[in-house]
């Protein structure tokens, strides 16, 4: 079975632009996280969706904002990119949303802001 | 607010010894997450703690959690030079409806022949 998949893997862009990551779960997994990892630091959970609708949000700026389709895939949207934006964004997947069961990862995107 | 410390940050070892890695938290929760991160790559579920009291091990690694305490550990027995990676531990924030998990700064390890 593939495991979590996200593109695009590296991705440049400029001060004020926008960016779409997209993340697809394990087959059968009906949420995902997603989180910023900035280089030497500890990931920072972003949000949390199951069943498409948003359960979890962290403590990140409205430019942020995710969806989840039907397919159980989902896209990070990031509006009016800051060099402070640019790190490693990770994409988790779980059977469900309650923190019970193991999150398995994706490789990352990573964003770099210039 | 939910805050989770990490100590030490940095941890350098040598092959054969034993250490453990503490984890502090500061709020109720019982479910908490260990993971193993290389340099430049994803994160590596290692443990999934979801109880007071639990104790899980996988090879030279022991995780427990003692929730009132609000204490995880994550023990190496006999360190050897492929257990050096990153480690970090998580847990879930699960107050309302807004649910989180709230991450360590994460233990670099570095373990010496």
């Known amino acids: 079975d593939a495991g979590v998949t996200q593109s695009p893997t590296h991705l440049i862009k400029t001060r004020g632009q926008h960016v779409t990551l997209r993340c697809s779960p394990i087959s059968g997994h009906k949420s995902v996280s997603w989180y910023q990892q900035v280089l030497g630091q500890g990931p920072q959970f972003i949000f949390q969706y199951y069943e498409k609708e948003e359960r979890g949000r962290g403590n990140f700026p409205d430019r942020f904002s995710a969806r989840q389709f039907p397919n159980y895939s989902s896209e990070l949207n990031v509006n009016a990119l800051l060099l402070g934006d640019s790190a490693l964004y990770l994409c988790?997947?779980?059977?469900?949303?309650?923190?019970?069961?193991?999150?398995?990862f994706g490789p990352g995107t990573r964003l770099t802001v210039t | 607010e939910l805050k989770v410390e990490q100590n030490p940050l940095f941890l350098s070892m040598q092959e054969g010894k034993n250490y453990t890695i503490y984890c502090n938290y500061s709020?109720?929760?019982?479910?908490l997450y260990w993971y193993r991160q290389d340099p430049g790559k994803s994160l590596e579920s290692l443990f999934v703690l979801l109880s007071n009291g639990a104790v899980k091990q996988e090879g030279r690694l022991m995780a427990s959690l003692d929730t009132k305490a609000r204490l995880s550990t994550l023990h190496i027995t006999a360190a050897v030079h492929d257990l050096s990676a990153t480690y970090f531990c998580?847990?879930?924030?699960?107050?309302?409806?807004?649910?989180?998990?709230?991450w360590g700064l994460g233990t670099s390890l570095a373990v010496n022949p």
């Open positions: 998580a847990v879930a924030q699960l107050a309302g409806n807004n649910r989180k998990l709230i």
């Open positions: 709020t109720t929760s019982d479910r």
């Open positions: 988790a997947s779980s059977p469900r949303a309650e923190f019970n069961y193991e999150q398995y």
